[in-house]
């Protein structure tokens, strides 16, 4: 299972990458100018940062066959390995995922709002599928969409990855792990809400005090 952050915030990026295990950093148009920062400052800093090992996605922002695949090429070739174009699966972009798969790029199928256009996305071969799961709560279920995304995939034998995208809620994100998913890409905000709980606090400060009663320091031993 891959856990990913949904953030072009370097800053939180680093913090959370010292707490939890990342798995990868996915970004979008929104995200990337929600950072304030020029879009080529953004690819710095994170293919700076990131290990060859940690997966990277841009999105294509072109509306044309043409545009999004000359887009593809350039976005996988930012770092040696582990780069992925996340391409949207309208008409132009279903085309493109055939073309950039042909050329072996890596490919993520988003924008995705149900199972149906995500197994489709499968079946021109993408290799990451993003549904998006708030969103979809739109229209329905999200969560049970992608349940059945993850029940089609697996009966058809179709070796695609669903990374669940679009969180507003750990409830989300905790039922899709549950259950099974391939990988999450998560806010940083949804993810130091999985992580933070004032009971854990509360219970450091009760053993601390504790300690420090007994045997007037703080640490284990003197
Ligand atoms: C991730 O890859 C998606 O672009 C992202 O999760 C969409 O999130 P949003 O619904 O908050 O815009």
Same mark, same amino acid.
């Given at each position: ?100 798969? +042909?050329?072996?790029?890596? *490919?993520? /199928?988003?924008?995705?709002? &149900?199972? %149906? !256009? ?6 021109? @071969? ?30 058809? +034998?179709?070796?695609?990855? *669903?990374? /669940?995208?679009?969180?507003? &809620?750990? %409830? !989300? ?6 259950? @099974? ?42």
């Amino acid at each position: 299972m891959e856990f990913m952050l949904d953030t072009a915030d370097i800053n939180q990026i680093k913090q959370l990458d010292k707490l939890i295990t990342v798995a990868g950093v996915t970004t979008n148009p929104t995200i990337i100018t929600a950072s304030g920062k020029r879009v080529e400052t953004v690819i710095e800093e994170l293919c700076d940062y990131l290990a060859p090992n940690q997966k990277l996605f841009f999105q294509t922002v072109s509306q044309t066959p043409e545009g999004m695949l000359d887009e593809a090429r350039a976005i996988c070739a930012l770092r040696p390995q582990n780069t992925y174009v996340k391409i949207p699966v309208t008409h132009a972009g279903m085309q493109v995922i055939k073309a950039a798969k +042909q050329e072996g790029l890596g *490919v993520l /199928a988003t924008a995705i709002y &149900s199972a %149906d !256009q995500a197994f489709l996305a499968a079946m021109n @071969g993408a290799d990451y599928l993003a549904p998006y799961v708030n969103r979809m709560c739109n229209y329905g279920d999200g969560v049970a969409q992608v349940l059945d995304l993850l029940a089609m995939l697996e009966k058809q +034998q179709v070796d695609a990855r *669903v990374i /669940a995208a679009s969180f507003k &809620s750990t %409830d !989300q994100v905790h039922r899709l792990i549950a259950a @099974g998913i391939h990988a999450v890409t998560v806010p940083p905000a949804v993810v130091f809400a999985m992580l933070d709980h004032p009971g854990t606090e509360l219970a450091v400060q009760e053993f601390s005090a504790a300690w420090s009663k007994s045997f007037g320091r703080e640490s284990f031993s003197a």
